[in-house]
């Protein structure tokens, strides 16, 4: 106990920077660990806090990748184009998963076309995990790809039943080229590939993984939103 109260009367004397030097000293360890623990937690806070949350969720399918830049430019035209928040959290917002993934019997032979097959186990496996479990609702998929995916039984909802209606412009049933419509013609969607199809899958129910129905209404109003956009300016100054 003498020990401890020499201890604390020879710090008591020391200056405000002697006691600042001592305690650096003796536990400085335990500063830089408490510093690392509290901005570790800061960056999580400041990253759930910037985190979006969706309105729309697209899957682009397709040899040709879509570059980086160009992504950003993409899903903010699909966010103007969007009639209002459908989720309800103060902003329009949409994303895209890409997946590349050549068609089975592609009908040409292109430098992305064969970069595409060298990959073709781990775009098919990733292919099949977001059309099972994954969050897209909305697909924009490769036009030979498209006519594969379109055979298969409940998977793509038919246009009417969304629609209520089947565009003079549309490729069939189920889907319609995104370069024939005005929202690719007068927004920078235009850098996708001018041959992706655009259409949609049917709400997952008694599956592993459901979908939230307030998350696929949303992203089936984006899917109309896209499909019914017109241009008003044009039309405006004719």
Same mark, same amino acid.
């Given at each position: ?7 604390? !009367? ?27 623990? %509290? ?33 950003? %430019? ?69 036009? !030979? ?20 209606? %089947? ?72």
């Amino acid at each position: 106990m003498d020990d401890i109260k020499r201890a604390r !009367e020879s710090f008591s004397k020391l200056s405000f920077t002697g006691k600042l030097e001592h305690i650096w000293y003796y536990y400085k360890w335990f500063i830089l660990l408490g510093l690392a623990v %509290v901005i570790f937690f800061l960056t999580c806070l400041t990253q759930c806090a910037n985190r979006k949350n969706y309105d729309a969720t697209f899957m682009y399918v397709g040899p040709q990748s879509i570059s980086s830049n160009y992504i950003g %430019v993409v899903t903010d035209s699909v966010a103007d184009i969007m009639s209002e928040d459908y989720n309800g959290d103060g902003y329009k917002a949409a994303t895209i998963i890409e997946v590349n993934l050549a068609p089975d019997n592609p009908s040409t032979d292109t430098e992305k076309l064969n970069k595409a097959m060298q990959y073709q186990t781990r775009g098919r496996e990733r292919f099949y995990i977001e059309r099972t479990t994954g969050t897209s609702v909305i697909y924009l998929v490769d036009e !030979e790809i498209y006519y594969q995916l379109s055979k298969e039984d409940f998977l793509l909802v038919p246009l009417e039943e969304v629609l209520g209606f %089947v565009p003079e412009n549309a490729l069939d049933e189920k889907g319609i080229r995104i370069s024939d419509l005005d929202c690719y013609k007068y927004t920078d969607i235009c850098y996708l590939p001018a041959d992706t199809v655009l259409c949609i899958r049917h709400k997952r129910e008694g599956s592993m993984k459901d979908d939230n129905e307030k998350i696929y209404q949303a992203n089936v109003d984006t899917f109309i939103d896209l499909i019914t956009w017109e241009n008003t300016e044009e039309s405006e100054n004719e």
